[in-house]
T-cell receptor, first 114, second 113 residues
Framework: DTGVSQDPRHKITKRGQNVTFRCDPI?????LYWYRQTLGQGPEFLTY????????KSRLLSDRFSAERPKGSFSTLEIQRTEQGDSAMYLC????????????FGPGTRLTVT | AQTVTQSQPEMSVQEAETVTLSCTYD???????LFWYKQPPSRQMILVIR??????QNATENRFSVNFQKAAKSFSLKISDSQLGDAAMYFC??????????FGAGTRLTVKP
């Protein structure tokens, strides 16, 4: 069990560019979550996958955001036409098939939009 | 909508002493989970303790324990024998079955040597 991993750890981009982040969950965890965390705040839910199906999306997830989990393993989060307000830490978490409710978080990807 | 409120933005405790972090939540559901997560300066969230709403017994994990008051919708975290490594942001979180997790704004805990 290597834990949840995210890549890259840091990303600096110019406004208007597209960025893509990757999350590798703990193996055999069927649920995967994306959150956004701004400085001094708790994480805010963005979207949730069960296997390859995207079951829930927050209203925070505008049309510029898209997430995929094509084979039910790793997931990608893409932000198109980035804005300065997108600057945040993007966290990924995964949870197992049981009903424990526990989520295991990755280290996050810090996005800075200049 | 479920909301989670942490009314203490910052707390401090002397090493080896006990500190209690407060959390209240709002929900109309009966089946849910409550969590405390710790986020050290390296920023990786670590699960500290978990409580299932249907269980009346308060959860305990070593030096960490909770006071779960379901009727009052209160879920406080007690840290006993505080250690320097306990310094971090602590987030209270709520999750109903198969739904997303909602977090409070966090409490920054400082441990003084």
């Amino acid at each position: 069990d290597t834990g949840v991993s995210q890549d890259p750890r840091h990303k600096i981009t110019k406004r208007g560019q597209n960025v893509t982040f990757r999350c590798d969950p703990i193996s055999e965890h069927n649920r995967l979550y994306w959150y956004r965390q701004t400085l001094g705040q708790g994480p805010e839910f963005l979207t949730y996958f069960q296997n390859e199906a995207q079951l829930e999306k927050s209203r925070l997830l505008s049309d510029r955001f898209s997430a995929e989990r094509p084979k039910g393993s790793f997931s990608t989060l893409e932000i198109q036409r980035t804005e300065q307000g997108d600057s945040a830490m993007y966290l990924c978490a995964s949870s197992p098939r049981d009903r424990s409710g526990k989520q295991y978080f990755g280290p996050g990807t810090r996005l800075t939009v200049t | 909508a479920q909301t989670v409120t942490q009314s203490q933005p910052e707390m401090s405790v002397q090493e080896a002493e006990t500190v209690t972090l407060s959390c209240t939540y709002d929900t109309s559901e009966s089946d849910y989970y409550l969590f405390w997560y710790k986020q050290p300066p390296s920023r990786q969230m670590i699960l500290v303790i978990r409580q299932e709403a249907y269980k009346q017994q308060n959860a305990t994990e070593n030096r960490f324990s909770v006071n779960f008051q379901k009727a009052a919708k209160s879920f406080s975290l007690k840290i006993s024998d505080s250690q320097l490594g306990d310094a971090a942001m602590y987030f209270c979180a709520y999750r109903s079955a198969n739904r997303d997790m909602r977090f409070g704004a966090g409490t920054r805990l400082t441990v003084k040597p």
